[in-house]
């Protein structure tokens, strides 16, 4: 007979792992079985119901609880992508396929017990509130669970499914509120965080929320929100925030008024039995078909009992620490100049159509001496009115409010150009593209990746998940990340070789708040996500 510490070493790692920790965890609702990573350090845990199905009667409902169900239920796979049009190449899904019965979250963690109490990590996806999931490749949560954090992600309702709004809808709740319903659904996935994630190691008492794009439009609304109050202890925002004209909110009157006309319009009636009796395939074809109509968050009274950024400007937030920032291309000079060719002439007439008055200011701001200087300026203005001054405004109102340590970042990293790219095509960080470097899923896309690509991956896993752990970005080795605003407005350059300097572009978006107030004039031709 084998010497048991002989047998120990004939049994593989994953073996002994599942040993010591139970794959199936035994929740309210009912048991759940998941699976192990294929390194044993992780267990996952997919596709897991946090409400009920919101079809028939509860399509453009607030999220009811789970009906619970017996034996193991099985927690292997993504549950179903919510309904959406197909608008965004970046967006795989790796589930099923899409259903209105789509209120599932995953859970990957590296706790080996329940009394771990690991930081947790919820991570809301964009796509402008029309469009993803939480089962694409490049925003899997292993990797960063691998830092000693539980990563928790969500699907919400979209498009109209998620954000139409009707006065009958208000009249259904004690709230007289409508259109939040995606809103809705992320906050009841964070309830559920907070009720069941010491199951699985994790800590209640330290949860981030982080997101990207209409993720992090997400992220600062969930901060303003009475509905997550207390349910949230730190926060990321990627690429976002209700602090600018993209993807502005509007009152519960006006989106009633323009989603029931569309209503009419498109399907045929504003009943709102006959709209709940049609199929999700006809409403939303009549979504594509019919006017330009964008489903999106509003002023509810309830989720949103005032705009955000009146929220956070009496101080109403969550005071949480921050850690915010963008892109360095968040669009490029097509946001301004559209099809016409990038000139001096051009770039100028454009600026005096927008900004009216004001385009000598903006011209000194954004100049562009040479074609080289004018490509980036006309850049930087684009992607300015897009997101990143909304971003920038969303970090200097907590800043003042929040009475929490803020960080800001700007993403540096120039994606690798592909095989098959165009002659003239320019090397840049877009909008979006940090997301597969937070959760070192470089391989979810086909790109020719270098030894840097991975240096700057691994670096950002370990700066938001230090956030996670510590409220503050630093440790490990990692070069110093100072406090926003510090010395001279420290922000963090996020690239092969980082490095923190006072913000150069003060001035810029000082300007831009001074013209915004005045005028407000920022807006965007482009709201994708």
Known sequence: ???????????????????????????????????????????????????APPVGPLRWQRPQPVTPWTGARDATAFGAHCVQARIFDDIVFRDSGASEDCLYLNVWTPAESASARLPVMVWIYGGGFAAGAASEARQDGANLAHHGVVVVSMNYRLGIFGFFSHAGLAGENHQHASGNYGLMDQAAAIRWVHDNIALFGGDPGNVTIFGESAGSFSVSALMASPL???????????????????????????TEKDDMEFARKSLGTDSLEALRAKSADEILKAVSQGPPVRFVPNIDGYVLPESVEAIFAAGQQAHVPLLAGWNADEQDYRGILGRDPLTPENFASHVRTLYGAHADEILKLYAGPDAVALRRAAGDLASDRFIAFGTWNWIENHLQTGR??????????????????????????????????????????????????????DMMAAYWSNFAKNSDPNGGGLTKWPAYPGNEYQVMHIAADPHAAPDAQRARYLALKGIRADTSPLMNADKRR
């Open 1 to 51: 007979m084998l010497h048991p510490r002989v047998l120990a070493l004939l049994i593989p790692a994953a073996a002994l792992f599942a040993q010591n920790r139970t794959l199936e965890v035994r929740t309210p609702a009912g048991v759940l079985r998941g699976a192990l990573s294929d390194d044993g350090k992780l267990r996952a845990f997919k596709g897991i119901p946090f409400a």
């Open 228 to 254: 997550s109050k207390g349910l949230i202890h730190r926060a990321i925002g990627e690429s976002g925030g209700y602090f600018g004209e993209t993807l502005a909110l509007h009152t519960l009157a006006e």
């Open 404 to 457: 929490s340590p803020v960080y800001r970042y700007h993403f540096e990293q120039n994606l690798p150009l592909a095989a098959n790219a165009p002659a003239d095509a320019h090397p840049a960080a877009p909008h979006a593209s940090e997301i597969e470097f937070v959760f070192q899923m470089l391989s979810a896309r086909n790109l020719p990746w270098r030894p840097e690509d991975q240096k700057v991956s």
